[in-house]
């Protein structure tokens, strides 16, 4: 890949900063490296955090529509409380008798269709997808891992290797296959699901022909790395056939569109009409507490438990259980799916406005409150659509919104409020995103 | 291997349980499922911990002496507050700027020896180990790496692999060479690190004649695991400078020495003399709350974050950070080292003289608070001295006192407690595992 892998970022001497923050940056560099990347050409620092909002040292206001961990909005404090007191209580592991782990493991798994109906704690995504990869291996026989062009499933050394949107400095697997997407591609919707699952079929062959065997079809079922790729609905239904056919495991990774983020659904599989074998979850779980979880069908799940043992010592932890269940009580409570579903319709509407107004907005996809909005009209270049974007979410974050790219061109505008949003905040957003695409378009 | 890999566990049917706890148990079963396991053979259930104690439903008191989480003693109240009010300020990630995440990396690396100057953070031990292995193929371009016999160092999918702690059904892979401890292997102290040595040269020469180089050599240097094997100090040195000749990086495995545990030292890599490439850190780093981190030198740190993106989403936030910093400032203020390494003095002279009444006690190992203490005389079978460990450990739980198993037979009682125990905890301890002792030995 020749365009950039985060475009997004702070690039020393770019940009003119205070001294105060310059300093800041320098002692920065020296103690974390250059694995640590920050965001926006004169990046942000916030001091305080409160529902849809974000604040800087001098006060000023940053309307968040970009950071999808704390779903239920920056420091909920019913969430903090639940924290709070059970950490005063105790902390204990999983290797002691604790009721409140089974009760919220019951809990969470009856969200799920009935087929899934077993569920493992891990403490982030990357850890889910990792053992989920673990799991599908193990009960498949098989090595084989499909994934889309430009996934991203995690940080551990297996998710990596899956994960070719980490570009050419991380190698990938040499047991990995990559299917494009019918969007991306150019494909009528009519012929979407035709399309994808040949893809697999031939993914599934070559892996087959070389020996390997299928593990697992590994997918976020909004390919949110790929560019928000969100429809028609049940496009992966005959893909998913396929691989199940073939022996291997179809794990929806959940981290990004799971806990009723699309609007419509708990799980963004539901919205394809299929029940995987496996779901990982992550991010929004516990509002930025390190939770996570693999949820799987009985066969697969128990035959790896049974024989390989698994034992995550953070994991499943009474203070990471409680703040789980205060998420999915409050989540269920204040009806935060259907208001991920309103807020998303309003949220397309006021873009689909703009994209009349402006042939910069080039298309407009979404499920619930996660969209992919392109930039840059069809007869430009890429390079000159993947600037746009980009000035467009620094002309946004000086105007105190923030938002970020995705997609294989990194030329769409990535936005996934907190889905405690409401109308007003939607409708600053569009004022901003629109004063931005002014300013940039010119 | 033909020993159970957790003896130390809870078997359907083996003890009479009340109603309340089997029943909780059979609902854990049917959603936790298999990988989970219960230790001792009638499981313990805790409502409240404080300091060294934990109280189970009915009010009893048990002594921890098994938990190396909450090294400063189960739910510190400066910890928990500070964790509580960064969460009601603000959960911030690492792409935006934020004084707390340098001041802290730059405290963190100041306890380590100049060499090693940058830190990336993680949420687990094994996130880590799993880090680490990823930055030392890409700093040294080799694959191969070299671990001891029973090494256990994490759940990811590239971590377990190199654990053969795991046993057979966990596959190892096939880039992994496993070295003898002296200790285990009966070579005298003169000699441990000559024959350390060999091993190690013994591996580097396989690995290099199948062409996969030497990526590392991944050590805990008390060797828990194994059955905590730390003398003579110094003996590892050899070994380290073979795999640096060998272009390999050296990886201290540091999530159960670490943080002070050794008494002698910060971190149990300085128990050797030696300084390693990367250094990986989990378990005690939040007092339970899940932070890891990688700390290690300049050159491969950059090399590998210069090219290969690692974003951790919950890694380093806020709130872990702020935690982390809590414990560091309690660790140091409070003295907990030192306290580690008298209190580990008093449980060696309690243990000495236990050793001397009962044969039973086969050999005492310790560095600070780690202790390994073989259990069954030298003329009974390797069967009869693990069930004998095994009896102890479940007497001891029954007699209100907590401990486990370890080592290549799981004979030897694995003894870690919190590093604020005092000199009346050492000796309730001590008088607790000479009543079970007499008790099991008869």
Same mark, same amino acid.
């Given at each position: 890949?020749?365009?950039?892998?985060?475009?997004?970022?702070?690039?020393?001497?770019?940009?003119?900063?205070?001294?105060?923050?310059?300093?800041?940056?320098?002692?920065?560099?020296?103690?974390?490296?250059?694995?640590?990347?920050?965001?926006?050409?004169?990046?942000?620092?916030?001091?305080?955090?409160?529902?849809?909002?974000?604040?800087?040292?001098?006060?000023?206001?940053?309307?968040?529509?970009?950071?999808?961990?704390?779903?239920?909005?920056?420091?909920?404090?019913?969430?903090?409380?639940?924290?709070?007191?059970?950490?005063?209580?105790?902390?204990?592991?999983?290797?002691?008798?604790?009721?409140?782990?089974?009760?919220?493991?019951?809990?969470?798994?009856?969200?799920?269709?009935?087929?899934?109906?077993?569920?493992?704690?891990?403490?982030?995504?990357?850890?889910?997808?990792?053992?989920?990869?673990?799991?599908?291996?193990?009960?498949?026989?098989?090595? +084989?891992?499909? @994934?889309?062009?430009? =996934?991203?499933?995690?940080?551990? &050394? *297996?998710? !990596?290797?899956? /994960?070719?949107?980490?570009?050419?400095?991380?190698?990938?697997?040499?047991?990995?296959?990559?299917?494009?997407?019918?969007?991306?591609?150019?494909?009528?919707?009519?012929?979407?699901?035709?399309?994808?699952?040949?893809?697999?079929?031939?993914?599934?062959?070559?892996?087959?022909?070389?020996?390997?065997?299928?593990?697992?079809?590994?997918?976020?079922?909004?390919?949110?790395?790929?560019?928000?790729?969100?429809?028609?609905?049940?496009?992966?239904?005959?893909?998913?056939?396929?691989?199940?056919?073939?022996?291997?495991?179809?794990?929806?990774?959940?981290?990004?569109?799971?806990?009723?983020?699309?609007?419509?659904?708990?799980?963004?599989?539901?919205?394809?009409?299929?029940?995987?074998?496996?779901?990982?979850?992550?991010?929004?779980?516990?509002?930025?507490?390190?939770? +996570?979880?693999? @949820?799987?069908?009985? =066969?697969?799940?128990?035959?790896? &438990? *049974?024989? !390989?043992?698994? /034992?995550?010592?953070?994991?499943?932890?009474?203070?990471?259980?409680?703040?789980?269940?205060?998420?999915?009580?409050?989540?269920?409570?204040?009806?935060?799916?259907?208001?991920?579903?309103?807020?998303?319709?309003?949220?397309?509407?006021?873009?689909?406005?703009?994209?009349?107004?402006?042939?910069?907005?080039?298309?407009?996809?979404?499920?619930?409150?996660?969209?992919?909005?392109?930039?840059?009209?069809?007869?430009?270049?890429?390079?000159?659509?993947?600037?746009?974007?980009?000035?467009?979410?620094?002309?946004?974050?000086?105007?105190?919104?923030?938002?970020?790219?995705?997609?294989?061109?990194?030329?769409?505008?990535?936005?996934?409020?907190?889905?405690?949003?409401?109308?007003?905040?939607?409708?600053?957003?569009?004022?901003?995103?629109?004063?931005?695409?002014?300013?940039?378009?010119?």
């Amino acid at each position: 890949m020749s365009t950039d892998l985060m475009p997004n970022r702070y690039r020393p001497g770019e940009s003119d900063l205070p001294e105060r923050e310059a300093a800041l940056i320098a002692r920065r560099d020296a103690v974390l490296g250059a694995s640590y990347r920050l965001q926006y050409r004169r990046p942000v620092h916030f001091v305080r955090g409160e529902g849809m909002w974000l604040y800087d040292p001098d006060g000023r206001a940053y309307l968040d529509f970009y950071n999808n961990v704390p779903s239920l909005g920056h420091c909920h404090p019913e969430v903090n409380a639940a924290m709070a007191k059970q950490a005063a209580r105790i902390s204990a592991n999983t290797r002691y008798l604790e009721p409140r782990l089974v009760d919220y493991a019951e809990r969470l798994v009856g969200t799920f269709p009935e087929e899934l109906d077993r569920v493992v704690f891990t403490c982030t995504g990357s850890e889910s997808n990792d053992l989920a990869l673990r799991i599908a291996r193990f009960a498949s026989g098989g090595e +084989g891992v499909i @994934v889309s062009s430009y =996934a991203y499933h995690g940080t551990s &050394g *297996a998710v !990596a290797a899956v /994960s070719p949107n980490l570009g050419d400095a991380v190698k990938l697997s040499p047991f990995v296959r990559m299917v494009s997407l019918p969007g991306p591609a150019g494909i009528p919707e009519s012929q979407a699901g035709d399309f994808f699952e040949a893809q697999i079929r031939s993914a599934i062959l070559d892996l087959n022909r070389r020996g390997m065997g299928v593990a697992a079809l590994l997918i976020d079922s909004i390919f949110s790395s790929d560019g928000v790729w969100v429809d028609p609905p049940g496009f992966i239904a005959g893909g998913v056939a396929a691989v199940r056919e073939a022996g291997g495991l179809v794990i929806a990774d959940e981290v990004q569109p799971g806990f009723g983020r699309t609007g419509t659904h708990m799980w963004g599989f539901e919205r394809h009409g299929i029940v995987p074998d496996l779901v990982t979850l992550g991010k929004p779980m516990g509002n930025g507490f390190p939770i +996570g979880a693999v @949820v799987g069908r009985q =066969a697969p799940m128990e035959r790896f &438990g *049974a024989t !390989a043992r698994y /034992s995550n010592t953070f994991a499943g932890n009474t203070v990471g259980i409680a703040t789980a269940d205060a998420v999915l009580t409050i989540l269920e409570r204040d009806q935060i799916r259907q208001n991920a579903l309103a807020m998303g319709q309003r949220l397309r509407a006021g873009l689909e406005e703009m994209a009349m107004k402006h042939r910069e907005v080039r298309a407009i996809r979404n499920a619930g409150l996660f969209f992919g909005v392109d930039i840059g009209s069809e007869d430009t270049s890429a390079a000159a659509r993947r600037a746009m974007a980009l000035d467009i979410v620094n002309a946004m974050r000086d105007d105190g919104v923030l938002v970020s790219t995705t997609g294989a061109n990194e030329d769409a505008l990535k936005v996934r409020p907190p889905l405690v949003c409401g109308a007003e905040h939607v409708d600053l957003f569009i004022a901003a995103a629109e004063r931005a695409i002014t300013t940039v378009a010119g």
